[in-house]
């Protein structure tokens, strides 16, 4: 706090590529003087007209800060170092000029006009930091930055080679290179193409007839219509929908310490996945996601969808134990914040809580107009009373009957087992309650250890009684789901100083930031959250970033890399685009076409560029080894769903369908943990349908995703890491999951091959979409001859049994680099 | 020597797949510049920036001037009033180091310390700062520290990782934090996340439940030969390398790892002194534990995690709380490394991304301050018993004996024996360095 400024200036000089912003310093002796003789005076005779708390600032003139005194006011520098002819300062308290004469109704004594003299000769040394500006980081820089304008349609460069270009997307690219004197590589070959084209539009492998359907395929159209084909899979919204619960740190858990299930969360998911499917327009999705609830429906399933939609604001990290009703709110509308400006806009506008935004022009005030709105929305995140949750509330009730998804099942032993669950637990928190009584009036026992254990059994009721009440009386879910809603009054709201609730401050009328999209104007009613506005706000045509930051996060999702590097920093502290009149070219025909995430995907992977080959080139590499000017398809790993969506898909285990639910639904309310009433083996049991099914929790996510970077669930995450660690290997050694599907696998290569020699022949189409090479097929050759010396269990060319040589082998395509890297 | 090209044609593709390609490993261990005082580090990263002024930075003026306002951004008066640290300080060890009644155990070992009272840093955000700490760079993903250190070192167990990092973070930049950007892949650390963040505190399917090591190598071997085809065609795949480097050594961890990690082996003595078995103590003395037996196995980069410590607010009880997971633990492991004649090449480390106001936030709470913190070290060739660096008559800034970020990395190398600016990769057409043009090496702390 003490050193914006100071922050300020490195940080430009480090954007620079230059150092050595820092003032020179000045010595201990002078600023022994400074301190005595001259920081006294100022304060006393000059900061109540010249500094930065001052009512009114004098002569535009700033003296407490350095920047200010050697800069000076409207007459020029009031203090030059070692020159006292220039210092309008010293002439000022000198009374030389009656205009300028200094402070006005005393002279200083002559001593004190010595010592300020003696300092200006001594070259004025000044530990004060801070600009002149008045408590106002300097934003003049950060209001032209380029994401901040917006998008203006650029001409479309000339090339020196037009054959290469598809479409306007490959002229920018290829302009850019043509300036870095770079050459394209090659376009891929048609199994690279149809490989990389599953991974990416479905996320998960070709089966080997859809590899040789593909490159026999003499149609002139043969790639435009299996990327149609890929489009219109439901797969491409179980991949790119994962895409999006990574910005909207999707999970079915609180986090932090309680680390409460959120059992109803997994209807947020579907809703994501079913939208990308039906390929909404991202306009429309994200008024959904932030006011869903307030906008009209076409029947009951329209407006279950919409008010589902809304889970996004919900479903975030939360403190359930926070005593503090007012914290818990604040905190719980900064995350609100915090996500939907850093999914939708790429700003990190939760900065502005405590204080003016340090980089880029968001005042504090504007901060509480935007959170004015979500502290007059109710956020329904459900969860039951008991250990570690002092905060719960109602769901939001879907109409009947109009979910796609109808849930589960209560089955007639599962109630009859949780009603007995509950006459028991109740009677034992009956017998917990006179027992503590009962010590309290005698004073013996330990009242606080059997309050703690009725503690948790009253929770174990709640969370009982909550899951027999998501049932009709047949055993039909009853659909609830996470989600906001109006209350239909508001509240007013006001500053928070450095965030603090005990610190209210001035009233702050709600409204939006206004370096984003300055002429938009909204009117907030007296009785809705502004909620509305706020979604229109987002994608109205004036809004310069939220086209740009979704096309970027597509780019990002087909090439490895952002046009943008910085997927969810957009502000000033982000990084600038490599193709930036490509970036907005995006922008503008993404609204152009209705904001279709299927047809921007299809755009992109239809033009030269997506189609070029991964290969290595000597002079392109030196040139740009990171590959920023996009010469070749960089080399990707797959992510965490796709290598086991893959494992489990070569190995024929793949369950295609959606789950009625997800694991922590059927768990219910509870806290997660060892020792807690929910266990972590269940949710974790084996289970073969896609990953992006798979149980969320927060700080608990399974390690077939989390050890390959998968998204961290409490954050918004535009761009996962890739790390290539031992404990990948280990866990591809000796999994029991990795064993189990090779096992699979094998079984699968007798079922479908007879000799010896095609079933290597079929591996290796199931995990690389290609035959072997005469080499590779020695090294299978070496690797049985050596098994068969060594292992007395297999029989390398007889049936298949578990433990033999062929799930050995297959187990080592799976362990292989090819199989988790696309070209 | 140490000066290394980015090229496909690695040892990887010259060597060929034999057992002894070890011996020409990335991992394999190099000559240093110069003689190195110390061998390895353990650093004890306390993530979210722990105060300085109540726990080794000791301002008798903050006391005395309590409540009044303190100093704002521009060096105007703040709205905000100082906070006097309520807690004790005292002397400790010969030379009288001021240490508060926060970490009476670690007090004991005060003349082991060298207390980096000068410390600062760029930005006083979180991600940046922590970030900037471990890469030297917040705006770029560059290599961390620990796999700097690899690089120039390569590290003397070529069964374990030479990088590993406890209860690794997952936000402030993630795996950014222990990555190693454009060095090798195999210098990045290998995590091993705590049973709170979903690990289990072990290094997961070390054994395979069926096959023998032996079927298990011919099985290696197959995808071995696998990944050197496909580096083959690529000419140049540092990731390629990374699989079939992390692969080798993830057999060999096979062997050494579940020993190493099975700290019931240890006396129960020295459980206890670690703080095992109290519930306050035992998990950052888990880390404490398994990083005295990394670092006696031979792992160069230790690096162990707690937070929070980002005290805003309730800095009474969660400071209080902070110090007392980890006054034990950390006194036992500096204890039981002078004990096994350790400590004299084994550089610990302390300290956050940066330190807390003097003034105070939310009442009792601090905000974050970049300007002057406090970090220390000990053991390793620093000089023990030593504040080095002072902030203001507050602790607002460092005025002295200043030591910045890059100083600090430019320091720990020299320690481990790596000038820093010849500690270079080239990449992207020039030579990079972890501390990029700047650092300087406090030599007034070198014993």
């Given at each position: 706090?003490?050193?914006?400024?100071?922050?300020?200036?490195?940080?430009?000089?480090?954007?620079?590529?230059?150092?050595?912003?820092?003032?020179?310093?000045?010595?201990?002796?002078?600023?022994?003087?400074?301190?005595?003789?001259?920081?006294?005076?100022?304060?006393?005779?000059?900061?109540?007209?010249?500094?930065?708390?001052?009512?009114?600032?004098?002569?535009?003139?700033?003296?407490?800060?350095?920047?200010?005194?050697?800069?000076?006011?409207?007459?020029?520098?009031?203090?030059?170092?070692?020159?006292?002819?220039?210092?309008?300062?010293?002439?000022?308290?000198?009374?030389?000029?009656?205009?300028?004469?200094?402070?006005?109704?005393?002279?200083?004594?002559?001593?004190?006009?010595?010592?300020?003299?003696?300092?200006?000769?001594?070259?004025?040394?000044?530990?004060?930091?801070?600009?002149?500006?008045?408590?106002?980081?300097?934003?003049?820089?950060?209001?032209?930055?380029?994401?901040?304008?917006?998008?203006?349609?650029?001409?479309?460069?000339?090339?020196?080679?037009?054959?290469?270009?598809?479409?306007?997307?490959?002229?920018?690219?290829?302009?850019?290179?043509?300036?870095?004197?770079?050459?394209?590589?090659?376009?891929?070959?048609?199994?690279?193409?149809?490989?990389?084209?599953?991974?990416?539009?479905?996320?998960?492998?070709?089966?080997?007839?859809?590899?040789?359907?593909?490159?026999?395929?003499?149609?002139?159209?043969?790639?435009?219509?299996?990327?149609?084909?890929?489009?219109?899979?439901?797969?491409?919204?179980?991949?790119?929908?994962?895409?999006?619960?990574?910005?909207?740190?999707?999970?079915?858990?609180?986090?932090?310490?309680?680390?409460?299930?959120?059992?109803?969360?997994?209807?947020?998911?579907?809703?994501?996945?079913?939208?990308?499917?039906?390929?909404?327009?991202?306009?429309?999705?994200?008024?959904?996601?932030?006011?869903?609830?307030?906008?009209?429906?076409?029947?009951?399933?329209?407006?279950?969808?919409?008010?589902?939609?809304?889970?996004?604001?919900?479903?975030?990290?939360?403190?359930?134990?926070?005593?503090?009703?007012?914290?818990?709110?604040?905190?719980?509308?900064?995350?609100?914040?915090?996500?939907?400006?850093?999914?939708?806009?790429?700003?990190?506008?939760?900065?502005?809580?405590?204080?003016?935004?340090?980089?880029?022009?968001?005042?504090?005030?504007?901060?509480?107009?935007?959170?004015?709105?979500?502290?007059?929305?109710?956020?329904?995140?459900?969860?039951?009373?008991?250990?570690?949750?002092?905060?719960?509330?109602?769901?939001?009730?879907?109409?009947?009957?109009?979910?796609?998804?109808?849930?589960?099942?209560?089955?007639?032993?599962?109630?009859?087992?949780?009603?007995?669950?509950?006459?028991?637990?109740?009677?034992?928190?009956?017998?917990?309650?006179?027992?503590?009584?009962?010590?309290?009036?005698?004073?013996?026992?330990?009242?606080?250890?059997?309050?703690?254990?009725?503690?948790?059994?009253?929770?174990?009721?709640?969370?009982?009684?909550?899951?027999?009440?998501?049932?009709?009386?047949?055993?039909?879910?009853?659909?609830?789901?996470?989600?906001?809603?109006?209350?239909?009054?508001?509240?007013?709201?006001?500053?928070?100083?450095?965030?603090?609730?005990?610190?209210?401050?001035?009233?702050?009328?709600?409204?939006?930031?206004?370096?984003?999209?300055?002429?938009?104007?909204?009117?907030?009613?007296?009785?809705?959250?502004?909620?509305?506005?706020?979604?229109?706000?987002?994608?109205?045509?004036?809004?310069?970033?939220?086209?740009?930051?979704?096309?970027?996060?597509?780019?990002?999702?087909?090439?490895?890399?952002?046009?943008?590097?910085?997927?969810?920093?957009?502000?000033?502290?982000?990084?600038?685009?490599?193709?930036?009149?490509?970036?907005?070219?995006?922008?503008?025909?993404?609204?152009?076409?209705?904001?279709?995430?299927?047809?921007?995907?299809?755009?992109?992977?239809?033009?030269?560029?997506?189609?070029?080959?991964?290969?290595?080139?000597?002079?392109?590499?030196?040139?740009?080894?990171?590959?920023?000017?996009?010469?070749?398809?960089?080399?990707?790993?797959?992510?965490?769903?796709?290598?086991?969506?893959?494992?489990?898909?070569?190995?024929?285990?793949?369950?295609?369908?959606?789950?009625?639910?997800?694991?922590?639904?059927?768990?219910?309310?509870?806290?997660?943990?060892?020792?807690?009433?929910?266990?972590?083996?269940?949710?974790?049991?084996?289970?073969?349908?896609?990953?992006?099914?798979?149980?969320?929790?927060?700080?608990?996510?399974?390690?077939?995703?989390?050890?390959?970077?998968?998204?961290?669930?409490?954050?918004?995450?535009?761009?996962?890491d890739v790390t290539t660690v031992p404990s990948?290997?280990?866990?591809?050694?000796?999994?029991?999951?990795?064993?189990?599907?090779?096992?699979?696998?094998?079984?699968?290569?007798?079922?479908?091959?007879?000799?010896?020699?095609?079933?290597?022949?079929?591996?290796?189409?199931?995990?690389?979409?290609?035959?072997?090479?005469?080499?590779?097929?020695?090294?299978?050759?070496?690797?049985?001859?050596?098994?068969?010396?060594?292992?007395?269990?297999?029989?390398?060319?007889?049936?298949?049994?578990?433990?033999?040589?062929?799930?050995?082998?297959?187990?080592?395509?799976?362990?292989?680099?090819?199989?988790?890297?696309?070209? | 020597m140490l000066k290394g090209v980015s090229s496909?044609?690695g040892y990887l593709?010259?060597?060929?797949?034999?057992?002894?390609?070890a011996e020409q490993s990335p991992l394999a261990p190099k000559t240093p510049h110069f003689a190195p005082r110390a061998k390895r580090v353990i650093f004890l990263c306390m993530r979210?920036?722990?105060?300085?002024?109540?726990?080794?930075?000791?301002?008798?003026?903050?006391?005395?001037?309590?409540?009044?306002?303190?100093?704002?951004?521009?060096?105007?008066?703040?709205?905000?009033?100082?906070?006097?640290?309520?807690?004790?300080?005292?002397?400790?060890?010969?030379?009288?180091?001021?240490?508060?009644?926060?970490?009476?155990?670690?007090?004991?070992?005060?003349?082991k310390l060298c207390?980096l009272?000068?410390m600062?840093t760029?930005?006083?955000?979180?991600?940046?700062a922590f970030v900037k700490m471990h890469t030297g760079n917040s705006q770029f993903v560059r290599p961390s520290l620990g796999a700097w250190t690899l690089y120039g070192l390569g590290t003397e167990n070529k069964n374990l990782p030479g990088f590993i990092v406890l209860s690794p973070q997952?936000?402030l930049g993630g795996a950014q934090n222990y990555g190693s950007s454009f060095l090798p892949a195999i210098y990045q650390a290998t995590p091993i996340r705590?049973?709170?963040?979903?690990?289990?505190?072990?290094i997961?399917?070390?054994?395979?439940?069926?096959?023998?090591?032996?079927?298990?190598?011919?099985?290696?071997?197959?995808?071995?030969?696998?990944?050197?085809?496909?580096?083959?065609?690529?000419?140049?795949?540092p990731a390629?390398e990374g699989?079939i480097e992390s692969?080798e050594l993830a057999?060999r961890m096979?062997?050494e790892v579940?020993?190493l990690?099975?700290?019931?082996?240890?006396?129960?003595?020295?459980?206890?002194?670690?703080?095992?078995?109290?519930?306050?103590?035992?998990?950052?003395?888990?880390q404490c534990l398994l990083a005295r037996r990394m670092a006696e196995a031979g792992v160069r980069f230790i690096e162990l995690n707690y937070?929070?410590?980002?005290?805003?607010?309730?800095?009474?009880?969660?400071?209080?709380?902070?110090?007392?997971?980890?006054?034990?633990?950390i006194?036992?492991l500096l204890?039981?490394l002078?004990?096994r004649d350790m400590l004299k090449d084994t550089l610990v480390m302390w300290g956050g991304e940066?330190?807390?106001?003097?003034?105070?936030?939310?009442?009792?709470?601090?905000?974050?301050?970049?300007?002057?913190?406090?970090m220390w070290m000990a053991g390793g060739g620093v000089k023990?018993?030593?504040?080095h660096?002072?902030?203001?008559?507050?602790?607002?800034?460092?005025?002295?004996?200043?030591m910045h970020i890059h100083d600090w990395h430019a320091t720990v190398l020299h320690l481990l024996g790596l000038n820093h600016k010849k500690l270079t990769f080239n990449y992207a057409?020039r030579d990079f360095r972890l501390t990029d043009v700047h650092g300087n090496v406090a030599k007034?702390i070198l014993a």
């Open positions: 706090m003490t050193s914006l400024r100071l922050s300020i200036l490195s940080f430009v000089g480090l954007l620079a590529g230059t150092q050595g912003v820092f003032p020179a310093e000045p010595s201990p002796e002078g600023i022994a003087f400074f301190e005595k003789k001259i920081r006294p005076v100022l304060v006393e005779r000059c900061y109540k007209c010249h500094s930065a708390n001052s009512e009114k600032l004098r002569g535009g003139l700033q003296l407490d800060t350095r920047e200010g005194i050697r800069k000076g006011g409207g007459s020029g520098h009031a203090v030059v170092p070692k020159n006292l002819e220039q210092s309008l300062l010293v002439e000022a308290i000198r009374y030389e000029d009656e205009d300028t004469a200094m402070p006005p109704k005393e002279k200083l004594p002559a001593s004190v006009i010595a010592d300020f003299e003696k300092w200006i000769m001594m070259g004025a040394p000044d530990p004060r930091d801070g600009s002149a500006v008045a408590e106002k980081p300097n934003w003049e820089k950060s209001k032209n930055h380029w994401a901040f304008k917006l998008p203006e349609q650029p001409a479309r460069p000339k090339v020196k080679d037009n054959n290469w270009v598809r479409s306007d997307i490959d002229r920018f690219v290829l302009a850019e290179m043509d300036k870095q004197s770079l050459k394209p590589v090659g376009e891929a070959d048609r199994r690279t193409l149809i490989r990389r084209l599953f991974f990416d539009l479905n996320g998960v492998p070709p089966q080997p007839k859809e590899v040789e359907a593909f490159v026999a395929d003499k149609d002139p159209k043969a790639f435009e219509k299996l990327v149609d084909r890929l489009l219109a899979s439901e797969s491409f919204g179980e991949r790119w929908g994962r895409h999006w619960l990574d910005v909207a740190r999707y999970a079915e858990s609180s986090g932090k310490e309680a680390n409460l299930t959120y059992p109803h969360a997994w209807r947020y998911r579907d809703y994501v996945i079913d939208s990308f499917n039906a390929d909404k327009p991202y306009n429309q999705f994200i008024r959904e996601q932030i006011a869903g609830d307030l906008m009209p429906a076409r029947d009951n399933q329209h407006r279950a969808e919409l008010m589902t939609a809304t889970g996004f604001l919900a479903i975030g990290p939360k403190s359930h134990n926070e005593n503090n009703r007012l914290q818990f709110a604040v905190d719980l509308a900064d995350e609100q914040i915090e996500t939907t400006s850093r999914a939708i806009l790429g700003l990190t506008i939760a900065c502005a809580r405590c204080h003016d935004h340090k980089f880029d022009p968001i005042p504090q005030r504007e901060y509480y107009a935007l959170a004015g709105i979500f502290f007059n929305t109710e956020t329904q995140f459900g969860t039951v009373q008991g250990p570690g949750n002092r905060r719960s509330t109602p769901l939001v009730n879907l109409p009947a009957e109009a979910t796609k998804n109808p849930g589960e099942v209560l089955t007639v032993s599962t109630r009859a087992r949780l009603e007995k669950m509950l006459v028991d637990s109740k009677k034992e928190l009956e017998e917990l309650t006179a027992q503590a009584r009962k010590e309290r009036a005698s004073g013996s026992g330990d009242v606080q250890r059997t309050f703690q254990r009725a503690r948790a059994v009253s929770g174990r009721v709640n969370s009982i009684t909550e899951k027999l009440s998501g049932y009709t009386a047949a055993g039909k879910s009853i659909p609830r789901a996470m989600g906001v809603s109006d209350r239909g009054f508001v509240r007013e709201t006001r500053l928070l100083e450095r965030g603090e609730i005990q610190q209210p401050g001035e009233k702050v009328p709600r409204g939006f930031v206004s370096i984003v999209n300055p002429d938009f104007r909204a009117s907030f009613h007296r009785s809705g959250s502004g909620r509305r506005q706020m979604a229109e706000w987002l994608v109205s045509p004036g809004n310069p970033l939220t086209s740009r930051v979704i096309v970027n996060r597509i780019w990002h999702h087909l090439f490895g890399q952002g046009l943008v590097r910085s997927m969810d920093n957009f502000g000033s502290t982000g990084q600038a685009p490599s193709h930036p009149e490509l970036l907005d070219h995006l922008a503008l025909q993404f609204v152009d076409q209705n904001w279709s995430v299927k047809g921007m995907v299809r755009q992109i992977v239809l033009s030269s560029t997506y189609r070029m080959a991964s290969d290595y080139d000597s002079a392109n590499y030196n040139a740009d080894p990171e590959n920023h000017y996009l010469w070749r398809v960089s080399k990707r790993r797959l992510d965490a769903e796709s290598i086991r969506d893959s494992i489990l898909s070569v190995s024929g285990l793949l369950k295609w369908d959606r789950p009625r639910s997800s694991a922590v639904a059927k768990a219910g309310n509870g806290q997660v943990g060892r020792s807690r009433n929910i266990q972590i083996r269940t949710l974790m049991a084996p289970t073969d349908y896609r990953s992006v099914f798979l149980p969320i929790v927060r700080d608990l996510v399974p390690a077939s995703l989390d050890l390959f970077d998968y998204a961290e669930p409490s954050l918004v995450t535009g761009k996962r990948q290997a280990l866990y591809l050694m000796n999994d029991a999951f990795v064993i189990r599907a090779a096992d699979s696998m094998a079984r699968r290569l007798f079922d479908e091959a007879p000799s010896g020699e095609e079933r290597v022949d079929f591996a290796f189409k199931l995990a690389y979409g290609r035959t072997p090479t005469t080499n590779e097929k020695e090294k299978a050759r070496q690797f049985f001859n050596s098994y068969q010396s060594i292992s007395d269990t297999n029989n390398p060319e007889g049936k298949y049994n578990r433990g033999s040589a062929w799930s050995s082998f297959c187990q080592a395509l799976l362990c292989s680099a090819e199989f988790r890297y696309l070209d | 496909g044609f593709a010259l060597a060929g797949l034999c057992a002894e390609a979210g920036g722990p105060s300085h002024v109540d726990t080794f930075d000791y301002k008798p003026q903050l006391q005395i001037d309590e409540g009044k306002p303190g100093i704002g951004r521009r060096g105007s008066r703040s709205r905000a009033k100082l906070l006097g640290s309520p807690w004790e300080f005292a002397r400790h060890g010969q030379n009288g180091l001021n240490i508060s009644e926060l970490f009476p155990n670690v007090a004991k070992h005060a003349d207390l009272n000068g600062h760029d930005l006083p955000n979180h991600p940046q997952t936000g705590g049973s709170s963040r979903g690990g289990s505190g072990q997961n399917n070390i054994t395979n439940p069926r096959v023998s090591k032996e079927a298990q190598r011919i099985q290696l071997d197959l995808v071995q030969s696998l990944n050197q085809e496909q580096l083959k065609k690529d000419v140049v795949n390629v699989v692969f057999f096979q062997s579940p020993q990690m099975d700290i019931n082996k240890e006396p129960a003595a020295i459980r206890q002194a670690y703080g095992i078995g109290n519930r306050a103590t035992e998990s950052f003395g888990r937070g929070n410590w980002d005290q805003h607010r309730t800095l009474k009880t969660s400071l209080e709380r902070n110090c007392g997971a980890t006054d034990q633990p006194a036992a204890a039981d002078e004990k940066f330190g807390r106001t003097p003034h105070a936030q939310n009442g009792d709470g601090r905000d974050h301050n970049n300007k002057g913190y406090t023990g018993g030593i504040a660096g002072k902030t203001d008559e507050y602790g607002y800034a460092a005025v002295d004996g200043k057409g007034e």
